[in-house]
């Protein structure tokens, strides 16, 4: 089992940016996939980006692409999601996960990802 804990959410102005971290424990990281997901008061958890175990390939929503870039510090065991050009509509708990299968590939369209964080809470204000 895989322990995930999220920092780095706040409150930030439209237009601004925040970076995301995800510190995780209990397994070897480097095995598996990761995701970064959200969910909105009154909607339900949607995908946000995922990167491979080896961290040399990322998926992105299209509401996101262009703006957030995934990553990995494999020596770390953490897992960064860089926010740029923050719209008020990405305000929401961003939650990190672990995808289940080592060496698992495309995350985004196969992952099944079974250890959550606790969430951090993003909001942006207009």
């Known amino acids: 089992q895989v322990q995930l804990v999220e920092s780095g959410g706040g409150l930030v102005q439209a237009g601004g940016s925040l970076r995301l971290s995800c510190a995780a424990s209990?397994?070897?990281?480097?095995?598996?996939?990761m995701g970064w997901f959200r969910q909105a008061p009154g909607k339900e958890r949607e995908f946000v980006a995922a990167?491979?175990?080896?961290?040399?390939?990322?998926y992105y929503a299209d509401s996101v692409k262009g703006r957030f870039t995934i990553s990995r510090d494999n020596a770390k065991n953490t897992v960064y999601l860089q926010m740029n050009s923050l719209k008020p509509e990405d305000t929401a708990v961003y939650y990190c996960?672990?995808?289940?299968?080592?060496?698992?590939?495309?995350?985004?369209?196969?992952?099944?990802?079974?250890?959550w964080g606790q969430g951090t809470q993003v909001t942006v204000s207009s």
């Open positions: 996960a672990a995808d289940v299968r080592a060496y698992g590939s495309n995350p985004q369209r196969d992952g099944i990802f079974g250890s």
């Open positions: 209990g397994r070897t990281f480097s095995r598996y996939a």
């Open positions: 990167i491979s175990w080896s961290g040399s390939s990322t």
